[in-house]
């Protein structure tokens, strides 16, 4: 958890206003997270905390890759993750049930944001693992397995419909109301 620590605010001794913090976010991050959907990945985080009287106002811009295989055609890749959030932390002695705001006691004395940035690059991530790398100087695509799949789904076809005209017991029933 000491690789952690580096992403506590003291926020106790801040002023009134916007503070700027930059992270750089690597793979020994995300092994402190069980059942982590990311293993590697870099990524550089802006974060900016405006503290107010009676609230702290937290943007998170964060801005790099995790290595994954494509969806596709399972090449290792780096799928490029830019996401900007926002959370608003209020204080109050005991949590109330609003959505999307934290609350903490008026005398802490420092934030820990690592939760917040994993989780947010968690939700960042896309549904599916499918990076366009045509537009890169380097096609990483395994274009072997692109040819594959292009083909595969019409020799199937092919042959399933083959099978379907062959054997078909539709064909019998058109020929029930002839007789």
Known sequence: ????????????GLKVGIHEYDFLIND??????E???IERGTFKVKFLIDIREDMLVLTFDIDGSLKTDC?????????????QED????????????????????????????????EYICLAMPVANIYNCEDEEENVCDLKML???EN??????????????????????KNFNKN
């Open 152 to 173: 595969k789904p019409a020799e199937e076809s092919a042959e399933k419909q083959e099978d379907e005209s062959s054997n078909s017991p539709w064909d019998e029933l």
């Open 147 to 149: 040819e594959y799949l």
């Open 71 to 83: 969806d596709r055609c399972l090449a290792s890749i780096n799928m490029p993750i830019a996401s």
């Open 35 to 37: 059942d982590s959907p």
């Open 1 to 12: 958890m000491s690789h952690l620590r580096q992403f506590t605010i003291p926020i106790q």
């Open 87 to 118: 959370l608003i932390i209020k204080y109050a002695e005991e949590a109330d049930d609003e959505i999307d705001i934290v609350h903490i006691e008026r005398g802490a004395a420092e934030l820990n944001v690592a939760t917040y940035l994993y």
């Open 28 to 33: 020994e991050f995300f092994t402190h997270f």
